[in-house]
């Protein structure tokens, strides 16, 4: 059965650093579209970035040039390095590999930005 973990979330000062991992396990994930999401309180959960199986990425306009989405195929790992943090950056982020209609969710990890 395949699994994503999520870590790396915590507190942090505005204008702080976070890296995000997620670890894949269960299967072979480099085809698949590697992805963030984040959801916070009383809201939906929003798309923050992606990377293709081929290297390609995509962002939320709220996010770039502030977050990096990386992958490690080898190590069936995303990355997604969080500088420039905002208070409202505070959500709780969660980890997406998808492939078609096959998807997989993370439980999620908590990042807290404090002003």
């Known amino acids: 059965q395949a699994q994503l973990v999520e870590s790396g979330g915590g507190l942090v000062q505005a204008g702080g650093s976070l890296r995000l991992s997620c670890a894949a396990s269960?299967?072979?994930?480099?085809?698949?579209?590697l992805g963030w999401f984040r959801q916070a309180p009383g809201k939906e959960r929003d798309f923050v970035a992606a990377?293709?199986?081929?290297?390609?990425?995509y962002y939320a306009d709220s996010v770039k040039g502030r977050f990096t989405i990386s992958r490690d195929n080898a190590k069936n790992t995303a990355y997604l390095q969080m500088n420039s943090l905002k208070p409202e950056d505070t959500a709780v982020y969660y980890c997406?590999?998808?492939?078609?209609?096959?998807?997989?969710w993370g439980p999620g990890t908590q990042v807290t930005v404090s002003s």
């Open positions: 997406n590999a998808q492939m078609g209609v096959d998807g997989y």
């Open positions: 990377i293709n199986w081929s290297g390609n990425t």
């Open positions: 269960g299967g072979t994930f480099s085809t698949y579209t």
